[in-house]
C-alpha cells in the first residue's frame, strides 16, 4: 500500500543542531597472548593467521618478480597482464576474512590478490573435507584440481585445497583455461563464488554499489551472511561508492519495510585505506579527510558505525569484524563503513617508480612490517618459535614454486586456442538460458493476481485498438503500450519470488509514466521500492543482485539519464558473464524511457550507445503486443536487456495483431525484425515510435505517388535477424532506415551498411539512413525540425532514392547538403 510518513512543519522547522558521535581511532590494544586468554582464539588459529599473511606476501612476491625480472626462482616467464600488488596489506586483508564463511561475501578492486587469496584461505579452513573435495571436484569438472594434484604429495584434503586456490587464482592472472575464469578475467576480476570471493573490479570503486546490490539480495531473499565491499580510500571520491553507501543507507529498510525484512542492509564497506590513490596521496593533496572513517557521518545517523583500524596488526582487523558483523546480523543495523589502516610497498603496479613518495617513507613502513611484527607477538606469547615461522615460510615458497611452474605449463594450463576455435569467446557473451524462476521460495505479493484493481480494469478493456467496423475505441478503453508492459511484470512477480523492481518514483506514483501503477497495492516494500535519485546505484546494485542469484527490473527514468550510470551499463553490467567464463549469469532488464516535448537533456534516442557495447542486448518495442511478448521474453531470460520505451507510445492501442493482445502468456523472440505493412516498391526499416510516421508516410507514398511500401519494425537491436529485411529488399530493391537517434554513429548506419553487404545485388539504390539532427534536442515545439516526420520520408525517397513526380521537397536531403553538414559538424 502506499506509504504513510506525516512530515510535519513544526518539528522540521525547530531549532537545534546535528550532533555527531566520537569516531573510534585504532582503538584496539590487546596482544596475542592477552587474545589467547580470551579463547577467541586456539594457538593453531594464531599461527593459520601468520601462515596465511606468508602465503599473500609470497605470491605476490613472485608476480613481482615475474613482472621486473622476467620470471621467478630462475624459471623464466613473461606476463604483459596487469599486476597492481598489495605488499604490505596482507594484516587487513586476512584480518578481514577471519570472521568470514563462504555465506559471506567479499567484493574487491583492482588490487585484490590479497583479499580473494585470504577469503579462500579461511574457507578451506571451515569447509569439511567432503564439501570441499565437492568443491574442487565439480569445478570445471575438475580440470583446475586435477592440475593442481601433479605437484601434491600427499596430505590432508585442506593443504590440497590451498594448492588448488593457488593454482586456480595463478592460472587466471595467467589466462590459462584451468584458471577460476577460463582465463577471460585476469588479475583485475579473479573470484571464485564457491568460496563467496565474488568479482573484483578493474573499474576504481567500481565495488561499491555492486557489493551493496549483492547485500540486497541477501536480504531479500533471507540468505545467511553478509557483504563486504574491499575499496581503497582513493575510491571514497568515487560516484558508485557514494551512491552506493547512500543507497544502503536508505531509511525505508528500517521505517518502510515491514516482518523480518525490517532493518539495515548486512554490508561493510571495507576501505583497504594505503594512503595513496595511483599516484595521488589522499591524505593531505586529493581528499579532504583526515581519517577515511569521517565519511561515515554524513551518510545516517548511526554514521555507518566508523570506526579506524590499525590494519597492521591482524587481530585488530578481526576484533572489529567479530563486533561489526553482529551489528549486521543481530542487530540488523548496517551499513557499516570501516577504514582500515595499511600500506602498499610496491607503486600502483610494477611500472610505478613511486616518485611521488620519498624513501624514507616506504622504509618507516617497512620498518614495522605487519608479519614480522606479528611473527614476534607469536613468539613472545609461546604460541611459535622463530624456527617454527622459518618452517612455515619455507613450506610456502615450495608450494608457490610447484604453482608457479604448473599455471606457465602450456600443456597443463592451455589457453583459450581462438585460432582453431575463433568463436569461442563469442559462446561466453550471453547465457540464452530460459527460466520461469530463480527462486524456490513462495513469492511474497500482497494478494492474489486477480483481486488487483489494476488487473480488474484491464480486464474490461478492449485488446484491440478498433471496432469490428475500423473504428477505433478512445483511449480509455484501449488496452495500451503502458498495459501490455504491466501484465508482463506482474506476471513475472506472482512467478518468480527472487524478482525485485526499482528506481525513481516506481512506488506510490506508479512509476513515472503509469506503468507500475497497481504494483504498489500488489507488492511489499521489499520487492517494489523507490531507489534515490543515483542512477550509478541504481544499476550497480541491480548488477550485484543478479550476480548473486536474483533477477531485477531496474529503471532508469529518461534515456538520457544513462549517462549518469554510464560505467554501471556499458562496462559492468555487459561484461561479467563473459569475464566469469560464463559462470555468472545476469538476468537484469533495464527498463528505459526515451522522451520528446522535454528538451535538449529529457529528449534524446540513445539506442545506439547500448547497442554499440557487445554483451547487452538491447530491444525496443512499439506495439502493446510487442511490448508485453518481449518484456516476457526478456524476463524468462538470464542475459542484461536494455529495455527501451517511447514516452510517445504509451498510450497507443494495438493494430497490427489480429485478434489483440492475448492475456495469457506469450514471448516474442529477442532479435525477430516483424512486417507491419506489405509492399513491394519500397522497404522501410524502422526503430521504435518513427514507426507510426512511416507508417503514415507509407500511405501518403501510396495515395499520392502510387508506391507502395513495406514498413518492418525492428523492434530489436540485438540481436538482430536480418533474414526477414533481405527477403523485403529483395523484392523492392530499396530500402529507407529510419529512427530517433541522431543520424551520425548512430545504429541506423550499422544497420544500412550490413544490408549493403548482404544484398547488394538486389538494390537498385544506395540504403538511405533518416535519423534525427544532429543538433540538441530543441523544445517540443520545434521538435518537427529535429525528428524524422512523415514528409521527411517523402523527401528522403525522393532526393536520395527515386524522384517523385510533381514532389516539391521541403527538406535538403541532397548530396551537397550532407557533405556540407559534415563539414560543419551538424
Known amino acids: ?288 579527510f583526515d581519517f577515511a572513517a569521517r565519511i561515515g557521518a554524513g551518510v545516517n545517523p548511526e554514521q555507518m558505525h566508523a570506526e579506524r583500524v590499525d590494519g597492521f596488526n591482524p587481530l585488530a582487523v578481526i576484533d572489529a569484524y567479530r563486533r561489526k558483523k553482529a551489528i549486521l546480523e543481530k542487530e540488523k543495523a548496517g551499513p557499516v563503513l570501516l577504514d582500515v589502516l595499511t600500506y602498499r610497498y610496491s607503486g600502483h603496479s610494477p611500472s610505478d617508480a613511486s616518485s611521488y613518495r620519498t624513501k624514507e617513507e616506504v622504509e618507516a613502513w617497512e620498518a614495522q612490517d605487519c608479519i614480522v611484527s606479528y611473527g614476534k607477538e607469536l613468539i613472545d606469547a609461546g604460541v611459535a618459535t622463530q624456527a617454527d615461522l622459518d618452517a612455515v615460510t619455507k613450506e610456502i615458497k615450495e608450494i608457490m614454486f610447484d604453482t608457479f611452474k604448473l599455471s606457465i605449463d602450456d600443456e597443463l594450463s592451455p589457453r583459450m586456442d581462438l585460432h582453431k576455435e575463433p568463436e569461442l569467446l563469442g559462446t561466453m557473451m550471453f547465457s540464452n538460458q530460459s527460466i520461469d524462476s530463480l527462486s524456490d521460495a513462495k513469492p511474497d505479493v500482497n494478494h492474489p493476481m486477480s483481486e488487483n484493481p489494476r488487473v480488474q480494469q484491464i480486464a474490461k478493456k478492449e485488446r484491440f485498438a478498433f471496432d469490428k467496423d475500423g473504428k477505433p475505441f478512445s483511449k480509455m478503453k484501449q488496452f495500451q503500450l ?128 547500448a547497442a554499440h557495447i557487445p554483451g547487452l542486448k538491447v530491444v525496443f518495442p512499439v506495439t502493446p503486443y510487442d511490448a508485453k511478448g518481449l518484456m516476457n521474453a526478456a524476463l524468462q531470460g538470464t542475459d542484461p536487456v536494455i529495455f527501451f520505451e517511447s514516452q510517445r507510445i504509451y498510450d497507443v492501442g494495438e493494430q497490427f495483431h489480429e485478434g489483440g493482445v492475448p492475456e495469457g502468456y506469450y514471448e516474442i523472440p529477442l532479435g525477430e525484425p516483424d512486417v507491419k505493412r506489405e509492399g ?44 526477414k529485411v533481405l527477403e523485403s529488399v529483395k523484392k523492392t530493391g530499396r530500402i529507407i532506415i529510419a529512427g530517433d537517434a541522431t543520424s551520425r554513429g548512430s545504429f541506423l548506419n550499422d544497420l544500412a551498411r550490413n544490408v549493403t553487404e548482404l544484398a547488394f545485388d538486389e538494390l537498385d539504390a544506395p540504403p538511405v539512413v533518416l535519423g534525427s539532427r544532429d543538433w540538441i534536442t530543441p523544445a517540443y515545439e520545434l521538435e518537427y525540425a529535429f525528428f524524422p516526420q512523415v514528409d521527411s520520408f517523402i523527401d528522403a525517397i525522393h532526393e536520395k532514392i527515386v524522384p517523385l513526380k510533381g514532389h516539391v521537397p521541403t527538406r535538403n536531403y541532397t548530396d551537397a547538403e550532407q557533405i556540407r553538414r559534415a563539414k560543419a559538424g551538424i
Open 482 to 609: 503502458r498495459d501490455g508492459i504491466f501484465e508482463a511484470i506482474i506476471d513475472r512477480f506472482y512467478k518468480d519470488a527472487s524478482l525485485v523492481a526499482y528506481g525513481e518514483e516506481n512506488r506510490d506514483w506508479g512509476g513515472a509514466f503509469a506503468v507500475y501503477r497497481g504494483l504498489t497495492e500488489a507488492l511489499p516494500y521489499h520487492r517494489l521500492f523507490n531507489a534515490p535519485i543515483a542512477e550509478a546505484a541504481i544499476i550497480g546494485t541491480a548488477i550485484g543482485y543478479a550476480m548473486c542469484g536474483g533477477r531485477v527490473i531496474p529503471e532508469i527514468m529518461y534515456c538520457d539519464f544513462l549517462g549518469c550510470c554510464g560505467d554501471e551499463v556499458f562496462n559492468q553490467l555487459p561484461k561479467w558473464q563473459a569475464m566469469s567464463g560464463n559462470i555468472l549469469k545476469m538476468p537484469v532488464v533495464v527498463r528505459v524511457s526515451v522522451g520528446s516535448k522535454y528538451g535538449a537533456q529529457h529528449s534524446q534516442d540513445w539506442t545506439s550507445l
Open 680 to 723: 513491394k516498391d519500397i522497404t522501410i526499416l524502422t526503430i521504435g515510435a518513427t514507426l507510426y510516421r512511416a507508417l503514415d508516410a507509407a500511405k501518403v507514398l501510396e495515395e499520392k505517388y502510387g508506391m507502395s511500401a513495406e514498413v518492418i519494425d525492428a523492434r530489436s537491436l540485438v540481436p538482430f535477424n536480418y533474414e
Open 1 to 288: 500500500m502506499p506509504k504513510s510518513q506525516y512530515i510535519d512543519p513544526k518539528e522540521m522547522r525547530k531549532a537545534g543542531e546535528i550532533t555527531f558521535s566520537p569516531i573510534p581511532v585504532n582503538q584496539y590494544k590487546k596482544t596475542a597472548k592477552e587474545e589467547l586468554k580470551s579463547k577467541h582464539f586456539t594457538k593453531d588459529d594464531l599461527k593459520r593467521i601468520y601462515r596465511d599473511m606468508v602465503v599473500i606476501r609470497e605470491f605476490e612476491t613472485m608476480l613481482q618478480l615475474v613482472k621486473t625480472t622476467g620470471g621467478y626462482n630462475g624459471v623464466e616467464y613473461n606476463n604483459p597482464g596487469p599486476a597492481h600488488l598489495s605488499a604490505g596489506q596482507e594484516a587487513a586483508a586476512v584480518g578481514m576474512a577471519y570472521m568470514l564463511d563462504i555465506n559471506d561475501f567479499i567484493f574487491g578492486s583492482h588490487r585484490s590478490h590479497g583479499e580473494i587469496l585470504a577469503k579462500g584461505l579461511r574457507a578451506i579452513e571451515l569447509l569439511d573435507d567432503k564439501s570441499l573435495e565437492k568443491i574442487m571436484n565439480e569445478f570445471w569438472d575438475g580440470a583446475t584440481v586435477n592440475v593442481a594434484k601433479k605437484a601434491y604429495k600427499g596430505g590432508s584434503v585442506k593443504e590440497l585445497g590451498i594448492r588448488f586456490l593457488l593454482y586456480g587464482a595463478l592460472a587466471e592472472i595467467f589466462a590459462r583455461t584451468t584458471g577460476f575464469n577460463k582465463g577471460l578475467g585476469g588479475s583485475m576480476h579473479t573470484f571464485f563464488t564457491p568460496f563467496g570471493i565474488y568479482p573484483n573490479n578493474a573499474i576504481v570503486g567500481g565495488s561499491g554499489s555492486i557489493a551493496v546490490g549483492a547485500a540486497l539480495y541477501k536480504k531479500v531473499n533471507r540468505k545467511p551472511g553478509i557483504v563486504v565491499a574491499n575499496i581503497g580510500d582513493a575510491s571514497m571520491a568515487r560516484g558508485p561508492v557514494w551512491e552506493g553507501m547512500t543507497f544502503a543507507a536508505m531509511d525505508q529498510f528500517k521505517q518502510l519495510w515491514e516482518g523480518d525484512m525490517k532493518g539495515g542492509l548486512p554490508v561493510i564497506i571495507n576501505i583497504m585505506d594505503n594512503q595513496y590513490g595511483m599516484g595521488g596521496q589522499t591524505r593531505g593533496e586529493t581528499m579532504g
